[in-house]
DNA sequence: ACCTGAACACCGTTCAAGT
DNA sequence: ACCTGAACACCGTTCAAGT
C-alpha cells in the first residue's frame, strides 16, 4: 500500500497510543497544571483546562487527584521548589535572609495567581519544608529564642506572601497603582488632613525597595519583641 | 367579596408591585451583597444570587453596578464602616492602635470570605479612607515620621488583611489546624532537624495572641527602623 | 483499574427585545 | 431609562457505562 497520496484518508492514530503525549500520571497533570498557571495566570489552573492540555476529559483526573484543591497545593510546592536556599553558612545572615525572601517572593511574583494561592494553602510539600527549615535556621542564627522563631517564620512568610498577592492583583488588573493615586489626590485637606498631606508619600517608591524595608522591620522588631507569657488568657503581650 | 375562604386562589399580587420590596436600586444591591457574604460565605456573593434575593435577573444589576469587581469593592468598604475608631485621643496610643487594628481584623473575620475579598482589592471607600485617616494619626502620636507612617499604614494593613484571610480560609474549610500539625509531627529529626524540635510551637497560640503580638513586632520594627534613602536605586536600606 | 461522555448545578457577562 | 430572558462561554464534581 502506497500511502504517499496525500488524498488517502490519513490512517488516525488512536490519541491514546502516541507514543509522544505522556500517559495519564500525577505527575505529568502537576507539571501541565504549573504550566498553564504560568502561562495563563490564575485562570489558567482549571481542572477542565488541565484535562484538555492532557488530552483527555477533567473526570480523568480525579484518579490522580482529589480535588482541584490538591491539585493546587501540588502545584504550589512544585513552584516553590526554585525559591533559592543559600547553599552555606557564609556571610551575613541578614543578607542570606533577605535573599531567601526575595527569592520566594519573586517565584510567587513570576507566575500570575500562585501567590493568591499560596494564601490559601499551607505548603506542607517538600519545598515548603525545606523553606521553613532553612528560615528557621537563619532566624536561629539571628538571635532569636528557638520558640519566638516559630512564630516568626510564619509572619515572615505571611508577608511575603501578602505582597506578593497583591502586587501580583495590580498587575493582572492592568492598574499598577494610577487609579489609587487619582483617587488619593482627590482628597479633600478638611476632612482627611493625613492623607491629604502624605498623598504622595502613599503610593511612592518600588514593590522591591519598600518590601526589603518591611522585612527590615520584621527582623528588627523581632529583635526587640519578647514572646508574651504563655499565659492561658489572650492579654495583650507587654509592650 | 369574603376573601376568608382559605381554598380562594389568593390574588396574586404581580412582583412588581409589592411594595414590601424595595426597588432596584444601588444600595438595596450593596445591603444585599453584604447580607448573602455573612450569611453564606464567599461564595454567597454572586451577581446571580443577590438578582435572586432582590427578584431579579442578573443582567438587571449591571445598570447600577459596573461588574462583581465593583460590587466586592462596594460591599467591603460598606463592612468596613464597622470597625471601631477611637473617638477622642485619650489612652497611650499603642493600646489605641491595638484597638483599632484588632476591630478591623474582627469585622473582616466575621464575615467569611470578606478578607480574601480585601486581600484583591484596595479599600479607597469613604470607610476605608476614614481608617487610614485614623491609622496615620496614631502613628503620628507613635513619633514616626510622616512619610514613615506612609508606608507603615500599608504594612500593617495588609498584615491584619492577611491574617485575618488566613484564619478564614481555615475555619471555611472546617480544618483549623490539626492536619498540618499532623504534617509536622511527621517530620523526621534527621531530614529537618528544627522544624521536628519547633513541631509544637509551630503550631501554638491562639490567633488573637499571635495577631497582637505580631502587631507589637510591628510597631517595634517601626519605631527602630528608618525608610531607605531615597535613591534613585533599589538598594537594600541599611540596618 | 482506568477512562469516558453526559449530566448537574453553578458562574459573569452580553445582547436583542420589550416597556 | 430600565428591565428581562436567553444565550455564550465557562466552572468543579458525580456517575453510569464502557474497556
Redo the contacts between chains.
Sequence with gaps: VSSKNPFEPREVVGRRNRPAKAPLDREAIVAAGLDLLTREGASGLSLRKVATALDTGAASLYVYVESLDELEALVLDRALADVALPARRRGPW??RL?AVLRSYLEVLYQRPGLA?LA??T?A?GPSG??I??AL??LL?EAGLA??A???????VT??A???A??QS?WRERGDVLGP?AR??DG?SHET????H??RA??V???G???F???V???????L??P??EPDAS????A?
Excluded at 489572650?234 to 503581650?237: A, L, T
Design positions: 541578614r543578607q533577605h493568591a494564601m490559601r499551607v506542607v519544608l525545606a521553613l527549615e528557621l535556621g536561629d528557638p520558640a522563631a516559630a512564630w516568626a517564620v510564619d509572619l505571611l508577608h506572601t501578602a505582597v498577592a497583591e492583583n489609587v483617587v488619593l482628597i482627611h488632613p493625613r492623607i498631606a502624605l508619600d502613599l511612592s517608591g518600588s522591591q525597595g519598600r526589603l524595608w518591611a527590615d522591620v520584621l527582623i528588627n522588631g523581632l526587640a519583641t514572646l508574651p489572650d492579654e495583650v503581650p509592650p
